[in-house]
């Protein structure tokens, strides 16, 4: 019972266009949601994060979108460059719990 | 900065043999993680301590995995006997706080296991 689920195993785009990562979740308790990045050969990194009282959180291109009632959240990467492309991971924290549960990851490819 | 460590980066075993993986977290932080990464399921908690006590280990898959933390600063995973179906990158992670709500956690490069 996958919890967190990114259905898009892989995302195409291109240079300075707009990339668009979704990510679904089925259990209402989670009240903390991030995105890390990995890189081949690297372990993933912490990209950006937001709290379930908040839809929307923004920091340099990426910006993510929380919407409960749709248990749905998204990250927007604008303008995409080059460097974007590696294997995006969605995660969410149960509330009052420790743990990151993680969904399957999208990989995004950006093309020149 | 030294982040997480973990060791070895790649091991080839055959099956039955025993696998040991090492991770040393950052130091300082007090939880530490061990995740597995497979492309059917993604990243999954295999188990995680406080303060050196497991606390939960309900993603280890079987009996045949353990996992230890004599002290704050090394944990080890061991798959014994191992299978072909364990082949996968083992990552190690750590946080300050427990990793729950706002607390980054950090991950280790990884160790790739295949098992033949």
């Known amino acids: 019972d996958q919890q967190v689920k990114q259905n898009s195993p892989s995302l195409s785009v291109q240079e300075g266009r707009i990339s668009i990562l979704n990510c679904d979740y089925t259990?209402?308790?989670?009240?903390?949601f991030l995105w890390y990045k990995k890189y081949p050969a690297e372990g993933p990194t912490f990209l950006i994060s937001?709290?379930?009282?908040?839809d929307k959180n923004e920091d340099g291109r990426f910006t993510v979108f929380l919407n409960k009632s749709a248990k749905h959240l998204s990250l927007h990467i604008v303008p995409s460059q080059p460097g974007d492309s590696a294997v995006y991971f969605c995660a969410a924290v149960l509330q009052g719990a420790q743990k990151l549960v993680f969904g399957q990851g999208t990989r995004l490819t950006i093309n020149p | 900065d030294a982040g997480v460590i973990q060791s070895p980066r790649h091991e080839v075993t055959e099956m039955g043999q025993e696998v040991t993986l090492r991770c040393k977290p950052i130091?300082?932080?007090?939880?530490l993680f061990w995740y597995r990464q497979t492309m059917m399921r993604g990243l999954e908690l295999l188990i995680y301590?406080?303060?050196?006590?497991?606390?939960?280990d309900s993603g280890m898959p079987e009996d045949r995995f353990s996992a230890k933390m004599p002290n704050a600063s090394f944990s080890t995973l061991k798959i014994q006997p191992s299978e072909p179906r364990d082949s996968a990158v083992y990552f190690c992670?750590?946080?300050?706080?427990?990793?729950?709500?706002?607390?980054?956690?950090?991950f280790g490069e990884g160790s790739w296991l295949t098992v033949v």
């Open positions: 130091s300082g932080h007090n939880s």
């Open positions: 301590f406080n303060n050196n006590v497991p606390i939960d």
């Open positions: 259990n209402s308790m989670f009240d903390y």
């Open positions: 937001i709290s379930s009282i908040k």
């Open positions: 992670a750590s946080s300050l706080r427990g990793g729950g709500s706002g607390n980054t956690i950090y």
